[in-house]
């Protein structure tokens, strides 16, 4: 949310200030020197894996780092005009992929003023030879590995203006690093690891603009200090440990305060009236704190203001934007997660700039203003509105809405026509209210923009009309939990796009969708319909979940079923980065979003569960309740990919494959209630991934499979195998507890159609979960 315009603009200012210095040079342009072109070389083959060349060849091309040509013509390089001397060495996603050495021929460039080595992959420490760099003005080595405490002798330099050290994981005690640094006009640390410390007295700093610490430890009350700085243009202060309320202290008339970041802290408490004072402000982001108290009315009255997120908070109460200013150049208002309740007031009409609106997820209802279809952006998701108040002609004729979230509301009656006329509309979500009839052939002239419509949990019915033929950027399409009908359009084979189709729990009757196979698919669930025949072989190659079950397919598999399943072959682990317990770079579906995350509900490890976000990594196969016959597929083996299998109230035949041993990401295995013979593969026993299994209900004989994941099994996994040959050592002597009798009874009643008895009587409750695959 940190616009790039702003830092170009900084990086102008700095430029300027540098060029100023050499206004009066002599006009006569002298070649590099060439002990700075010796040392440039120098520096550069220090860097002996590094990318000489763009593979864009856009970026940048340093074949011409060489000592055939002038050094001030290379690329990255300015030379100062009068002497020769290297004055500026830009680098800026070049990937150089090594350290900084101590002795580096860098530090024989003694007149840089400007030295920017961003995303360039380096590694390991800064060298306290920076130093050296006397004349340095401008600093930017940001968005690397770098690592270790910043070297004291940075922030001795004394002509340093511009520091930009964000996006390492360099530390260090702030209060001692930068104590000295008043002359900065620039300071940005952000998302390193800095010593938990409050900030310092500030004040000094009479020239900075630009102070950004977020994504660090810092803690302590908030610094007042700061704002007694009449040049200060931006404050980041986001994601570390600040606590308590916000006081401003007595705001100049003379503030220049463009942008303020307070999110992700533990600030609480109201906002202060005088925030207002900020009269240049035009972005403000404190969501996701503790700020309480009602609407805070004032930041309404506050004429540059285009940006506002308040989200994540306490605030309470109905919603008054008081007396709006008819300048106000509101655009973005995001107000989720919040407590206000009440109706939306119709004086919102008055912020005539406004572009996006974000209400999701507080405790409003009634109409929602017919004014607002005007938006670009609509968010009103978990409230209770019910309806829409009348909008103009004009307006529908000229509306520009890419985006409509109405989900999870008290919305009913037929699907809105007016929604149709919204023909540049990217994302739809009508799905958890009470929209019922037919889905309108209209969505055809939707479907021609539209990436994502979800239409789940309504009560829809009739046949789904075939409306896909000019869909090809829509790339996900959930008509779940609905009561459609017929077979599924064949105009989807024109969603080229398509990653996710859900349409379970419906009554659908058709064939296997074979066709569906030419598609992007990642995500296809037919759970619980009337589909039935053979399930035709197909090359899902980019298929990463797909559920079926509770249908009527029939049929054997053949033994290569799965042999171009590529995307679950290929093995899909998790690296260090990614772990959840570590872990900040976790992937959800679909990617490339923004806020919106696509969620499903399926059986996880035999339990049904709604899963919120589905993990990138998630991989799953849901064959159960149907009536596949014969052998499970050798190609099974093949998915290294693959964390849950689920293929049980089948009649598959014959043995185990031996080959599920190659699964080793395997977490769950449910075989269970088919007609499968023989032993349980001993080989099993070393998937230490694997958690939950259910092989009941079977023909199985043999020793159960030695291995801790085995003996951690509930008796009942096993059940009703006569010669399985060691069940004593799980379930005990039968005379030993009448528990397990019990526990054999529920257990059928779960694995059988006798459930549903079960819950209804006892009681129903779902898993819900948010992160999922975390091991």
């Not at 049980?648 to 499968?676: C, G, M, R, W």
């Not at 026993?685 to 209900?697: I, P």
Request: charged share 20%; with cysteine; glycine share 6%.
């Amino acid at each position: 949310m940190i616009p790039c315009q702003f830092y170009c603009f900084s990086g102008i200012v700095i430029t300027l200030y540098i060029l100023v210095l050499h206004t009066f040079a002599s006009p006569t342009v002298h070649l590099c020197r060439h002990d700075q072109r010796d040392a440039l070389l120098e520096f550069i083959h220090e860097f002996p894996k590094a990318d000489m060349k763009s593979s864009s060849n856009d970026d940048y091309d340093m074949s011409s780092w060489n000592k055939s040509s002038d050094c001030c013509s290379w690329w990255g390089i300015t030379c100062d005009a009068e002497s020769g001397q290297v004055i500026s060495l830009e680098l800026i996603n070049v990937a150089l992929n090594n350290s900084l050495k101590s002795n580096s021929g860098l530090f024989k460039l003694p007149y840089l003023q400007t030295l920017i080595l961003s995303n360039c992959n380096l590694y390991g420490e800064i060298p306290s030879s920076f130093g050296n760099l006397s004349h340095l003005i401008q600093l930017h080595i940001s968005v690397n590995k770098l690592v270790g405490q910043v070297p004291v002798s940075i922030g001795i330099l004394t002509q340093l203006r511009d520091l930009t050290l964000y996006g390492n994981k360099l530390s260090g005690k702030f209060s001692v690093l930068f104590a000295n640094s008043t002359q900065l006009f620039t300071l940005d640390l952000s998302y390193n690891y800095f010593e938990p410390e409050p900030l310092p007295d500030m004040s000094r700093f009479h020239s900075l603009k630009i102070f950004e610490v977020s994504g660090n430890s810092f803690f302590g009350s908030f610094p007042t200090y700061l704002f007694t700085i009449p040049s200060l243009e931006w404050v980041n202060l986001g994601e570390n440990n600040f606590t308590g309320p916000i006081d401003f202290g007595n705001v100049s008339l003379f503030s220049r305060l463009q942008f303020l970041y307070l999110a992700d802290n533990k600030f609480d408490g109201r906002i202060p009236e005088s925030i207002s004072k900020f009269l240049t402000l035009k972005e403000l982001d404190l969501h996701n704190n503790s700020f309480s108290g009602p609407f805070p009315t004032t930041l309404f009255t506050m004429p540059s203001l285009q940006w506002a997120d308040l989200a994540r908070n306490q605030f309470e109460g109905t919603i008054d934007f008081g007396n709006i200013l008819s300048s106000s150049n509101l655009g973005v208002l995001d107000l989720s997660d919040n407590k206000f309740d009440g109706q939306i007031p119709e004086s919102i009409s008055k912020f005539l700039k406004l572009a996006e609106l974000d209400l999701s997820n507080n405790k409003l209802e009634g109409k929602v203003p017919g004014c607002l279809l005007r938006l670009e952006s609509l968010k009103l998701s978990h409230n209770s509105f019910s309806s829409f108040g009348k909008s103009s002609q004009v307006m529908m004729d000229q509306a520009q809405m890419r985006e409509l979230r109405l989900d999870s509301n008290s919305f009913h009656g037929p699907f809105p026509h007016w929604i149709c006329k919204l023909g540049l509309l990217d994302f739809l979500d009508l799905s958890n209210n009470s929209f019922n009839g037919s889905v309108p052939p209209c969505v055809r002239s939707l479907a021609v923009s539209l990436r994502v419509l979800n239409l789940r949990n309504n009560n829809f019915s009739g046949i789904f009309p075939d409306v896909f033929v000019n869909a090809s950027r829509l790339m996900e399409l959930d008509v779940s939990r609905n009561r459609l009908e017929g077979k599924l359009p064949k105009s989807l084979i024109n969603c080229t796009n398509m990653e996710l189709l859900n349409v379970e729990g419906n009554k659908f009757k058709d064939t296997f969708p074979s066709w569906l196979g030419s598609l992007q698919l990642q995500i296809l669930i037919l759970r619980s319909n009337q589909f039935y025949g053979p399930l035709i072989f197909t090359e899902f190659q980019t298929l990463k979940v797909i559920d079926v079950s509770h249908n009527d397919f029939s049929g054997t598999l053949p033994t290569f079923y799965f042999s171009n399943w590529l995307e679950m072959i290929q093995r899909n682990t998790l690296s260090p980065d990614d772990d959840p317990y570590m872990g900040s770079n976790l992937v959800y579906f679909p990617r490339g979003f923004g806020s919106y995350t696509s969620s499903m509900e399926i059986v996880h490890k035999g339990v049904e569960t709604e899963f919120e976000k589905i993990r990138e990594d998630y991989t799953s196969i849901d064959f159960s309740s149907n009536m596949f016959e014969g052998k499970i597929p050798e190609s099974t083996g093949l998915l290294k990919g693959l964390r849950y299998l689920n293929l049980s109230n089948n009649a598959f035949t014959s043995n185990i494959p031996q080959s599920l041993a190659y699964l080793t990401n395997l977490e769950s295995l449910d075989v269970s209630k088919n007609h499968l013979s023989g032993q349980i593969p001993p080989d099993l026993g070393e998937l230490f991934s694997l958690s939950t299994m259910n092989f009941a209900h079977n023909n199985l004989q043999g020793p159960i499979p030695q291995g801790t994941q085995f003996h951690r099994q509930n008796c009942s996994s096993f059940m009703d195998n006569p010669k399985l040959s060691n069940l004593e050592d799980l379930c005990g002597k039968p005379h030993d507890s009448a528990g397990v009798f019990c526990g054999l009874v529920i257990g059928h009643i779960f694995v059988s159609h006798k459930h549903e008895w079960f819950m209804e009587k006892f009681g129903r409750k779902k898993s819900r979960a948010v992160i999922i695959s975390v091991r």
